[in-house]
Nanobody, 124 residues
């Protein structure tokens, strides 16, 4: 019954900024509170696989893909059950659908569970 709802995407010129948000609903992940889960942002560019771009643990340790280091910042608000991704100095290669999820990806009803994602398009 976990739900993941992403928002904040849009069209922006190269060098611009966007902030994505993910609202997590449902009481818990198999009885485990949101605050104890490692959360992440993934993205899938046209014609490419879905990749992990940033993660944040329950202790707020962060990790980033090399391609976004120094440009993106992941954060979480455990009181609101939300995860955010601040994206600065966007590049055309950042164009993708962005998804939030747990690490590893949450399984629900026997299959990987994803939200709808939010589209980010960066023009040159």
């Amino acid at each position: 019954q976990v739900q993941l709802v992403e928002s904040g995407g849009g069209l922006v010129q190269a060098g611009g900024t966007l902030r994505l948000s993910c609202a997590v609903s449902g009481i818990a992940f198999s009885g485990i509170a949101f605050r104890l889960k490692t959360m992440a942002w993934y993205r899938q560019a046209p014609g490419k696989q879905r990749d992990l771009v940033a993660s944040i643990t329950s202790a707020r340790t962060t990790n980033y893909a090399d391609s976004v280091k120094a440009r993106f910042t992941i954060s979480r608000d455990n009181a609101k059950n939300t995860v955010s991704l601040q994206m600065n100095n966007l590049k055309p290669e950042d164009t993708a659908v962005y998804y939030c999820n747990t690490v590893p990806v949450w399984v629900q009803s026997g299959r990987f569970h994803w939200g709808q994602g939010t589209q980010v398009t960066v023009s040159s």
